[in-house]
């Protein structure tokens, strides 16, 4: 089956720096890769998404990359704000798997 | 739309007892899911459904059996409650438009279940 591996784990940064959170996926068939960020005690909510026959996705301060050939995606957060504190999951499915597998998370924290 | 509702928001259960959490969505999705999260870590798939009456295992099974009658409601049964399951479930549903087309998943806002 699917593998998702995240890096990092934990991930600290200043208010204005960049953030970016790496995803490698094991199933080459995988063609959709979306993003969620789950506040404490939130549910998750997507933030981004993006199919494999796109390379990137931008919506204003966050971007997501995609190398299918290295089977790894990234997500981009520029000038990062207390409220992008949370954790990040990445996630990989393929067409009508119906299921995906999801990463273990990245908590991000930006310290005003 | 309410989407995706998920009761009860919290449980305490003692070791060996039952009980079902319920999900429903008004969205019209055809699949939904059952993950499980525990403290400080990421999403567990339980068991998904990819229309109703089509059920499947998922990283996580033992311990839960799930039945979907009707497109709107998944429910999660756990027969004989052990302390393994504390946990954080979240249910959830999207829609695949035909082949080739995944779409995000909404969540519940997840059940607290303890078992002491």
């Known amino acids: 089956g699917e593998n998702v591996e995240q890096h990092p784990s934990t991930l600290s940064v200043q208010e204005g720096d960049s953030a970016v959170i790496k995803c490698t996926y094991s199933?080459?068939?995988?063609?959709?890769f979306p993003w969620y960020k789950q506040e404490l005690g939130k549910r998750p909510q997507l933030i981004i998404d993006?199919?494999?026959?796109?390379g990137e996705k931008k919506d204003q301060r966050i971007a997501v990359t995609l190398n299918k050939t290295a089977k790894h995606f990234s997500l981009h957060i520029t000038e990062t704000q207390p409220e992008d504190s949370a954790v990040y999951f990445c996630?990989?499915?393929?067409?009508?798997?119906?299921?995906?597998?999801f990463g273990d998370g990245t908590t991000l924290t930006v310290k005003p | 739309n309410a989407g995706v509702t998920q009761t009860p928001k919290f449980r305490i259960l003692k070791i060996g007892q039952s009980m079902t959490l319920q999900c429903a969505q008004d969205?019209?999705?055809?699949?939904m899911y059952w993950y499980r999260q525990d403290p400080g870590m990421g999403l567990k798939l339980i068991y998904y459904?990819?229309?109703?009456?089509?059920?499947d295992k998922g990283e996580v099974p033992n311990g839960y059996n799930v039945s979907r009658s009707t497109t709107e409601d998944f429910p999660l049964r756990l027969e004989l409650a052990a302390p393994s399951q504390t946990s954080v479930y979240f249910c959830?549903?999207?829609?695949?438009?035909?082949?080739?087309?995944?779409?995000?998943?909404?969540f519940g806002n997840g059940t607290r279940l303890t078992v002491t």
């Open positions: 959830a549903s999207s829609y695949s438009r035909g082949p080739g087309e995944n779409s995000p998943l909404h």
């Open positions: 199933d080459s068939a995988s063609n959709y």
């Open positions: 993006i199919r494999s026959n796109v």
């Open positions: 996630a990989a499915s393929r067409a009508n798997a119906g299921k995906s597998t």
């Open positions: 969205m019209n999705h055809n699949y």
């Open positions: 459904s990819v229309g109703a009456g089509i059920t």
